[in-house]
């Protein structure tokens, strides 16, 4: 479905350079480089720049790291992806339903098959139609008749590859209502909305050169992630997992070859693994580690995804 556009945009970067603070023992003799990344049982879950993980109690840290601490932990009791998780983890059987097109045809599937893979119990179903708009599927009885019927825990919305990319105010005139409507169905519902932030296309959004003139990839990645980050913040602050960060990882390694079918926008084979690994990572919050051997450089893929699912607030909560 071609989505034609007016006005140029400019971009912010999709991937902030990661911050890991330094912290000071208790004692004050030791001092140590990590970010507090998610809050289990009252204690805190820290990365290291290594990529190694620990868990602490704030007791353990100086008095002014208690403090920022403690508030940290506070705020992200409340966090989307701290809520998303903790469904997860309840669920005896966790039920995921995918609203969206034809970037979603595969990937549902190949996360369920994944999840069960990794021991999981897990249901997924889908709702997907080539070249919808999530203002389609808003008007569409049969999707909002999925929703509220199928007692998921999630529902995953993801909108037209072009449209989250499109400028302001055009984006949020043609996304942002029929999103939260969505999103509020999917709360009343008894589930939890999350939003699918895709990847560019290889060449960026050539249907629209004239608005996006020598557009890019990276440039249409950039878009993209500012639009769908608005949008999910503007349908109540939901989780947007971050496919499409993972992609731009891949590209930036330069292991980014086999992503893309031969239309330089779908995602071949490796490309729905990838989405499917993204899926379990941020919905499970752990790495994937079964091996995928018709998958090349799979544990380059599993890395990128457990990386990009971290999505905590910053560090200190005020910087």
Request: proline share 5%.
């Amino acid at each position: 479905m071609r989505m034609l556009i007016a006005v140029c945009i400019l971009c912010s970067p999709v991937l902030a350079k990661e911050v890991f603070p330094t912290f000071v023992s208790a004692d004050g003799k030791q001092t140590m480089r990590a970010r507090p990344v998610a809050v289990d049982a009252g204690k805190i879950k820290f990365e290291r720049e290594d990529g190694s993980a620990f868990v602490a109690g704030p007791d353990k840290f100086s008095e002014k790291d208690q403090k920022q601490l403690r508030a940290w932990a506070d705020a992200m009791k409340n966090h989307a992806h701290a809520a998303l998780i903790a469904r997860v983890q309840a669920a005896e059987t966790l039920r995921v339903l995918f609203v969206g097109n034809s970037y979603s045809f595969q990937i549902p599937k190949a996360f369920e098959n994944l999840a069960k893979a990794e021991g999981k119990k897990i249901h997924v179903e889908q709702v997907t139609k080539g070249g919808w708009t999530l203002a389609k599927h808003a008007s569409a009885q049969a999707t909002l008749d999925k929703i509220a019927r199928g007692k998921w825990d999630v529902v995953v919305l993801q909108e037209q590859s072009q449209l989250p990319a499109f400028q302001e105010p055009q984006r949020s005139q043609q996304m942002d209502a029929p999103a939260r409507q969505l999103a509020d169905a999917v709360r009343t519902a008894d589930a939890i909305p999350v939003f699918f932030l895709t990847w560019g296309r290889k060449d960026g959004d050539r249907q629209n050169a004239a608005v996006f003139p020598d557009d890019t990839y990276e440039a249409m990645q950039k878009r993209l992630a500012s639009g769908y980050r608005k949008t999910a913040a503007h349908a109540g602050g939901a989780y947007v997992v971050p496919v499409g960060e993972a992609w731009s990882m891949l590209h930036q390694m330069k292991k980014d070859d086999g992503l893309y079918a031969a239309d330089g926008s779908h995602p071949a084979k490796r490309g729905n693994y990838l989405g499917a690994c993204v899926f379990y990572s941020s919905l499970y919050d752990a790495k994937v580690t079964q091996s995928a051997r018709d998958i090349p450089d799979a544990e380059t893929i599993r890395r990128a995804a457990a990386s990009a699912r971290l999505a905590p607030l910053p560090y200190p909560l005020h910087r």
